[in-house]
């Protein structure tokens, strides 16, 4: 069974830029979560995507938006980058939205905006 | 709107030793899941201990068990017989029932444990 896998590892973007993470959910998994974790924080929840659609949105601004494809992975992007969306993004995949099913974490990928 | 505090920024225990990790949480729902997750230097996310809010029994996997005391809204993590691969940043998080199921984690600002050998 393959595990959640996200990419890149790492980026580096200048502010104002745009930016697309990306995040292969877990075999049949078709709920993906993304947080953003900033330096020594805990995560904070951005948005949910239920079978290609948006299932759920924290307190995000719009510039933050997502994408799910057929085979349920997903992208986060971020347009008109600044230097607080420096953080750890993280994504993670459920069987399904319920709360009584598992969220299965990534290993993140780590956005430096200067 | 639900919040989660972790009181201890840092905690140390000796290997082999016994360590407990404190979270509170504030909510005025009555149904709702909590979760201890741990982030070694690896970055990713790992489930450690889940407990369901109507069931009355502490949680218990292998050499981590949960007190939960649901009037005083508190959840504290054990971990027993402390290993070295135990040192990571560990995180509390509430997560609502809902109805529709899409419910966030609301994480706390973590603890960050050391192992000492």
């Known amino acids: 069974e393959t595990g959640v896998t996200q990419s890149p590892t790492h980026l580096i973007k200048t502010r104002g830029q745009q930016v697309t993470l990306r995040c292969s959910s877990q075999s049949g998994h078709n709920t993906v979560s993304w947080y953003q974790q900033a330096l020594g924080q805990g995560p904070q929840f951005i948005f949910q995507?239920?079978?290609?659609?948006?299932?759920g949105r924290g307190n995000f601004p719009p510039r933050f938006s997502g994408l799910q494809f057929p085979n349920y992975s997903s992208e986060l992007n971020v347009n008109a980058l600044e230097l607080d969306d420096s953080a750890l993004y993280l994504c993670?995949?459920?069987?399904?939205?319920?709360?009584?099913?598992?969220?299965?974490f990534g290993p993140g990928t780590r956005l430096t905006v200067t | 709107a639900q919040t989660v505090t972790q009181s201890q920024p840092e905690m140390s225990v000796q290997e082999a030793e016994t360590v407990t990790l404190s979270c509170t949480y504030d909510t005025s729902e009555s149904d709702y899941y909590l979760f201890w997750y741990k982030q070694p230097p690896s970055r990713q996310m790992i489930l450690v201990i889940r407990?369901?809010?109507?069931?009355?029994q502490n949680a218990t996997e292998n050499r981590f068990s949960v007190n939960f005391q649901k009037a005083a809204k508190s959840f504290s993590l054990k971990i027993s017989d402390s290993q070295l691969g135990d040192a990571a940043m560990y995180f509390c998080a509430y997560r609502s029932r809902g109805n529709s199921g899409n419910t966030p984690l609301v994480f706390g600002k973590g603890t960050r444990l050391s192992v000492i050998a």
């Open positions: 995507y239920y079978r290609e659609e948006e299932n």
């Open positions: 407990q369901e809010a109507y069931k009355q």
């Open positions: 993670a995949s459920s069987k399904g939205p319920g709360v009584q099913l598992g969220q299965y």
